[in-house]
């Protein structure tokens, strides 16, 4: 038996307490807001039952959808989310290398390059990104210039998209300090060792929860690719399937549980890559 005294721990600080304090507070605001969310998706499921009832003599009903519908044709309709998702990698893709060389040339004291990104960003914001879809889709051919659905889906999207986004890449460049700059010229780095050392992993980790925003944005407006007719993404599959058997209810209802699902996909891995960044700020 063991008869030395044994040692008391040391009582807490008044920090760690706060802290605890803290991070019940956390605790119990998450639980809320979880217990919040079930009971909306509850509400949610109850108004599309299909239930009827009397109150006071006045009768009420609910939406009812067709279950039998939704199971027969949710595999199909589903089938289109790869589509959806490569066209949205796609065309971000296509975005960042834009925004990027927007940003660069808006930055840039030499007339043409300035002129040209200033041009491009402008005649893009001014023009919806449906009637970009459809000029690269259906006015391409006059000239020759014939591209399938998904590519000029891509080249709208990442062009629209790359217009806005210049201006997240602008203000990140423009982050770096002076004096980061000064030091490394007085290291003797040329301009172009400059940008990809210093300037350029600086700003894009400023850009990276932009993006990420405009990423899942970006996925939502690919349905507007529908529209050509040939892309058999999600929303295609929705309305070909909808319209066809007269149930566009259920239809729309699952395309829209689908780009939902994929929303709260891409929100998740963008808040923990956020919280993986902001570390390095702590």
Request: hydrophobic share 55%.
């Amino acid at each position: 038996m063991n008869l030395l005294p044994q040692k008391e721990s040391a009582p807490k600080s008044h920090v760690e307490l706060l802290y605890q304090a803290f991070q019940r507070k956390e605790r119990i605001f998450r639980m809320n807001v979880g217990i919040s969310w079930g009971v909306l998706l509850l509400i949610l499921v109850f108004l599309f039952s299909g239930q009827e009832w009397t109150l006071a003599g006045i009768p009420f009903k609910t939406i009812k959808v067709d279950s039998e519908f939704i199971r027969a044709n949710m595999v199909f309709i589903a089938g289109g989310i790869g589509e959806t998702i490569k066209i949205s990698i796609l065309s971000i893709m296509l975005a960042i290398f834009l925004a990027l060389m927007a940003a660069l040339g808006r930055l840039s004291r030499f007339p043409p390059f300035y002129a040209l990104s200033t041009f491009y960003v402008s005649l893009i914001r001014g023009t919806p990104l449906y009637l970009q879809i459809f000029f690269f889709f259906l006015a391409l051919p006059q000239l020759g210039i014939i591209l399938p659905g998904l590519w000029a889906g891509v080249l709208a999207l990442g062009l629209n998209y790359g217009a806005y986004m210049s201006e997240v890449f602008r203000a990140g460049i423009s982050s770096v300090g002076k004096g980061q700059r000064e030091a490394a010229i007085a290291l003797g780095m040329t301009n172009g060792q400059l940008m990809r050392r210093i300037v350029l992993p600086q700003a894009l980790r400023f850009a990276i929860p932009p993006m990420g925003n405009d990423f899942i944005a970006m996925t939502k407006d690919s349905a507007l690719v529908a529209a050509t007719g040939f892309v058999h993404e999600l929303m295609w599959r929705a309305v070909k399937v909808g319209r066809a058997q007269f149930h566009n209810l259920e239809a729309l209802i699952m395309a829209a549980i689908f780009y939902w699902v994929m929303t709260l996909f891409l929100t998740a891995i963008q808040s923990r890559i956020e919280a993986r960044l902001s570390k390095g700020d702590r």
